[in-house]
């Protein structure tokens, strides 16, 4: 079975500063993709970054980029020079090439202190 | 592009009313998606079309969901008769069938249903 677990409920940033947010995963497959979706207020749910697990280089979009640890199992989040727009729930998903069904996580809400 | 829209965007309904709510995916997509989001349950994939064709549906809950996707830029989500239970946030989302980035799903604003 595939797994993805989020550990942290809940994080706090002060704007400006820096966050990391964990995603941990289990998978058997040898070729799967691995994203963060954001989700404010609004519902919406929006691509951060997505990173294909064949790829050794760490995906970065803008002020978003991960750390890909594939033999850990590891796929967190930094958020560089946080704003207060970047406050929203965060998911970690995974998606095994073999099906199209994401796994998700539970989420993890992200506080933006001004 | 406009990306994914549904509709409504709410709706508000009384239980043992029809409910049907709608999707048109990204132009050019080949798999739609519907998914569930609840506190209690998180996002659950219900079910999922490939070419207007649904391959998945072992996420429906009940006999009184069902889906349609009738032509390549229309899908619905049917639910009849509702039930308080029901009340969630339902989305809809798209992806490529192949190519670079055909695994990344495209979601649209959802639809918040409440039962009353």
């Known amino acids: 079975a595939q797994t993805v677990t989020q550990s942290q409920p809940e994080m706090s940033v002060q704007e400006a500063e820096t966050v990391t947010l964990s995603c941990t995963y289990d998978t058997s497959e040898s070729d799967y993709y691995l994203f963060w979706y954001k989700q404010p207020p609004s519902r919406q749910m929006i691509l951060v970054i997505r990173q294909e697990a064949y790829k050794q280089q760490n995906a970065t979009e803008n002020r978003f980029s991960v750390n890909f640890q594939k033999a850990a199992k590891s796929f967190s989040l930094k958020i560089s020079d946080s704003q207060l727009g970047d406050a929203a729930m965060y998911f970690c998903a995974l998606l095994a090439d073999s099906n199209y069904q994401l796994i998700w996580g539970a989420g993890t809400k992200l506080i933006i202190k001004p | 592009d406009a990306g994914v829209i549904q509709s409504p965007r709410h709706e508000v309904t009384e239980m043992g009313q029809e409910v049907t709510l709608r999707c048109k995916p990204i132009?050019?997509?080949?798999?739609l998606f519907w998914y569930r989001q609840t506190m209690m349950r998180g996002l659950e994939l219900l079910i999922y079309f490939n070419n207007n064709v649904p391959i998945d549906d072992s996420g429906m809950p009940e006999d009184r969901f069902s889906a349609k996707m009738p032509n390549a830029s229309f899908s619905t989500l049917k639910i009849q008769p509702s039930e308080p239970r029901d009340s969630a946030v339902y989305f809809c989302?798209?992806?490529?069938?192949?190519?670079?980035?055909?695994?990344?799903?495209?979601f649209g604003p959802g639809t918040r249903l409440l039962v009353l």
């Open positions: 132009s050019g997509h080949d798999y």
């Open positions: 989302a798209s992806s490529l069938a192949a190519g670079v980035g055909q695994e990344t799903q495209y």
